[in-house]
Nanobody, 118 residues
Framework: QVELVESGGGLVQPGGSLRLSCATTGVIKQFYTMNWYRQAPGKPRELVASLSDSGITHYTDAVKGRFTISTHNDEMTVYLQMNSLKPEDTAVYYC????????????WGPGTQVTVSS
């Protein structure tokens, strides 16, 4: 049974930082790609950052140089460090685990709200 639970969202001023956490159970590192998505009001859900089983990272252009995806040493928690936050980063952020062997098999967390506003 795979479960994902996000935490760390909140209200932050422009230019500030937040670190999102995704606690996982049932995820075996070599079988999944770990992703962070976000969805702003009235917009489709978009992929923000990915971390492959071999440690390769990918970021959407809008967050390159500002966001970092990583895992804890025990690889049971996935983080998204977000720096230099902008109002356009405001969204619900979702943790996602995608099976490498069966890409249509995806697991989602409930999401955590990030609001960037002065």
């Amino acid at each position: 049974q795979v479960e994902l639970v996000e935490s760390g969202g909140g209200l932050v001023q422009p230019g500030g930082s937040l670190r999102l956490s995704c606690a996982t159970t049932g995820v075996i590192k070599q079988f999944y790609t770990m992703n962070w998505y976000r969805q702003a009001p009235g917009k489709p859900r978009e992929l923000v950052a990915s971390l492959s089983d071999s440690g390769i990272t990918h970021y959407t252009d809008a967050v390159k140089g500002r966001f970092t995806i990583s895992t804890h040493n025990d690889e049971m928690t996935v983080y998204l460090q977000m720096n230099s936050l902008k109002p356009e980063d405001t969204a619900v952020y979702y943790c996602n685990a995608q099976s490498i062997s069966f890409p249509d098999l995806r697991y989602w967390g409930p999401g955590t709200q990030v609001t960037v506003s002065s």
